[in-house]
C-alpha cells in the first residue's frame, strides 16, 4: 500500500475506463511471485526491481505539443539528436564504462556533463553483445546527425542516467510503483534491470520518430530519419523479445514491462496506447505482444511534446526535468500539458 500511495500522490486519480483496464491487464495471467527488491547495490540476472503495484493514471486533457509555426528540418532533426545523445550515453556506459566522446558533445546551445553511468557486469553474454550493438548503432546515429547538421546541431544537454534515489531511473521506477519512496533503481546491477531501463527509452524512440516523420519537408532527411526509425524499432523489438522470453523464467520481468507502460501512458495524456510485453489475442489464437501496435497493426506515435513528457517525467508543461534536468537544446523544448 506504501508504493499505490506514492503512486496516488505523484500522479494522481485517473479515469474509471483506464483504472478498470489497467488492472485487468494487471491481473490477468499475472504470477502470484513478489518482486524481489533490487538496491543501488548489485543483485544477480534473477533480481527484478521491487514490487508492482498498478499505476493510476493521470486523468488528461488533450496533449498540447510543441508549437511548430516556423519550424525547420533542422529543428526535428536537433530534437532528435537530443534523444540519441541519452539513449547513446546510456548504452555506451552499460556495454563499455565510458561514454561519448568529447568530438561528438559540442554544439549549439549549452553543453552538458553526464551523470553517471557505468558498465553493466553482464551475466548473459548475447545481452552482452547486443549491448554492444545497440551502443554502436546509438553512436553512429548522434554521429550522422551531427553531421547531417552540420553548423547547426546542438550540443549534448545535461543527462542524468544515474542510481541516485532522486535521480531520473529511480524516479521513473517509483513512479510506476516498482521501488519505494527512498529507493533506488539500479540499471547497471544485471541484466534484466539494464534491459527494463533500454525498455523505457526504445519503446519511446520509435514513437517519438514516427511522430516527428510528418514534420520533415526535405526527402533525403526524410529518408534518414525512416532509417533511424527502423533502426530503433529493431532494437526495441529485440528488447521486448529478450525481456518476454526472460519473463517466461522470472514472471515479474513480464509485470514490470506492464507497470512501466502504465506509467509513461499516464505521462502523455489521456489515450492508452501504451503496452507491455504481456501475451495478446490474436484472431489466431493467443500471441506474443512483441510489436506494440493498434487494431490495423500501426505502431502508434507521439508528439514531441509527449515525448518530453516522459523524458522529464511528468505530466506538466515545462522545460526540463527527469533525464533532461534541465531540458534539451534547441528550439523544441517544452513538454506537452496533459493534466
Same mark, same amino acid.
Given at each position: 500500500?506504501?508504493?499505490?500511495?506514492?503512486?496516488?500522490?505523484?500522479? &494522481? %486519480?485517473?479515469?474509471?475506463?483506464?483504472?478498470? $483496464?489497467?488492472?485487468?491487464?494487471? *491481473?490477468?495471467?499475472? &504470477?502470484?511471485a513478489?518482486? &524481489?527488491?533490487?538496491?543501488?547495490?548489485?543483485?544477480?540476472?534473477?533480481?527484478?526491481?521491487?514490487?508492482?503495484? #498498478?499505476?493510476?493514471? =493521470? !486523468?488528461?486533457?488533450t !496533449?498540447?505539443? #510543441?508549437? #511548430?509555426?516556423?519550424?525547420?528540418?533542422?529543428?526535428?532533426?536537433?530534437f532528435?539528436?537530443?534523444?540519441?545523445?541519452?539513449?547513446?550515453? *546510456?548504452?555506451?556506459?552499460?556495454?563499455?564504462?565510458?561514454?561519448?566522446?568529447?568530438?561528438?558533445?559540442d +554544439?549549439?546551445?549549452?553543453?552538458?556533463?553526464? #551523470?553517471?553511468?557505468?558498465?553493466?557486469?553482464?551475466?548473459?553474454?548475447?545481452? %552482452?553483445?547486443?549491448?554492444?550493438e545497440?551502443?554502436?548503432?546509438?553512436?553512429?546515429?548522434?554521429?550522422?546527425?551531427?553531421s547531417?547538421?552540420?553548423?547547426?546541431?546542438?550540443?549534448?544537454?545535461?543527462?542524468?542516467?544515474?542510481?541516485?534515489?532522486?535521480?531520473? /531511473?529511480?524516479?521513473?521506477?517509483?513512479?510506476?510503483?516498482?521501488?519505494?519512496?527512498?529507493?533506488?533503481?539500479?540499471?547497471?546491477?544485471?541484466?534484466?534491470?539494464?534491459?527494463?531501463?533500454?525498455y523505457?527509452?526504445?519503446d519511446?524512440?520509435?514513437? %517519438?520518430?514516427?511522430?516527428?516523420s510528418?514534420?520533415?519537408?526535405n526527402?533525403?532527411?526524410?529518408?534518414?530519419?525512416?532509417?533511424i526509425?527502423?533502426?530503433?524499432?529493431?532494437?526495441?523489438?529485440?528488447?521486448?523479445?529478450?525481456?518476454?522470453?526472460?519473463?517466461?523464467?522470472?514472471? =515479474?520481468?513480464?509485470?514490470? =514491462?506492464?507497470?512501466?507502460?502504465?506509467? @509513461?501512458?499516464?505521462l502523455? +495524456?489521456?489515450?492508452?496506447?501504451?503496452?507491455?510485453? @504481456? !501475451?495478446?489475442? =490474436?484472431?489466431? +489464437?493467443?500471441?506474443?505482444?512483441?510489436? !506494440?501496435?493498434?487494431?490495423?497493426?500501426?505502431?502508434?506515435? @507521439?508528439?514531441?511534446?509527449?515525448?518530453?513528457?516522459?523524458?522529464?517525467l511528468t505530466?506538466? &508543461?515545462?522545460? +526540463?526535468?527527469? /533525464?533532461?534536468?534541465?531540458?534539451?537544446?534547441? $528550439?523544441?523544448?517544452?513538454?506537452a500539458?496533459?493534466?
Amino acid at each position: 500500500m506504501k508504493d499505490r500511495d506514492i503512486i496516488l500522490e505523484v500522479l &494522481s %486519480a485517473g479515469a474509471d475506463r483506464r483504472i478498470e $483496464r489497467r488492472r485487468f491487464l494487471h *491481473f490477468a495471467g499475472a &504470477s502470484t511471485a513478489a518482486f &524481489s527488491l533490487v538496491a543501488c547495490g548489485g543483485g544477480n540476472d534473477d533480481d527484478v526491481i521491487g514490487g508492482a503495484p #498498478t499505476p493510476t493514471p =493521470t !486523468p488528461g486533457a488533450t !496533449p498540447t505539443p #510543441t508549437p #511548430t509555426t516556423a519550424l525547420g528540418d533542422a529543428d526535428v532533426l536537433n530534437f532528435a539528436l537530443n534523444l540519441e545523445y541519452l539513449e547513446a550515453q *546510456f548504452y555506451s556506459f552499460a556495454a563499455i564504462g565510458s561514454g561519448l566522446a568529447s568530438n561528438l558533445l559540442d +554544439g549549439t546551445g549549452t553543453q552538458g556533463q553526464v #551523470t553517471g553511468g557505468r558498465r553493466v557486469n553482464f551475466q548473459d553474454p548475447l545481452v %552482452a553483445q547486443y549491448a554492444r550493438e545497440i551502443a554502436a548503432d546509438e553512436r553512429a546515429h548522434v554521429a550522422f546527425l551531427r553531421s547531417a547538421l552540420g553548423t547547426a546541431a546542438v550540443a549534448q544537454p545535461a543527462i542524468d542516467i544515474g542510481t541516485a534515489p532522486n535521480g531520473a /531511473f529511480s524516479s521513473a521506477a517509483r513512479a510506476a510503483g516498482l521501488v519505494g519512496a527512498g529507493q533506488s533503481f539500479d540499471p547497471y546491477a544485471n541484466d534484466n534491470n539494464f534491459l527494463l531501463a533500454a525498455y523505457i527509452f526504445e519503446d519511446v524512440g520509435v514513437t %517519438a520518430y514516427k511522430g516527428a516523420s510528418p514534420l520533415i519537408t526535405n526527402k533525403t532527411f526524410l529518408e534518414a530519419a525512416a532509417g533511424i526509425l527502423a533502426a530503433e524499432a529493431y532494437h526495441a523489438g529485440l528488447v521486448r523479445t529478450v525481456l518476454y522470453r526472460k519473463g517466461l523464467q522470472v514472471p =515479474t520481468l513480464i509485470d514490470a =514491462t506492464e507497470a512501466i507502460s502504465n506509467a @509513461r501512458d499516464s505521462l502523455d +495524456g489521456a489515450t492508452d496506447l501504451d503496452q507491455g510485453v @504481456r !501475451p495478446r489475442a =490474436t484472431p489466431f +489464437g493467443e500471441g506474443t505482444n512483441i510489436v !506494440p501496435t493498434d487494431g490495423n497493426a500501426i505502431a502508434f506515435s @507521439r508528439s514531441a511534446g509527449q515525448v518530453l513528457n516522459i523524458a522529464y517525467l511528468t505530466a506538466m &508543461s515545462t522545460t +526540463g526535468g527527469g /533525464f533532461f534536468p534541465n531540458g534539451v537544446n534547441g $528550439r523544441i523544448r517544452m513538454s506537452a500539458a496533459s493534466g
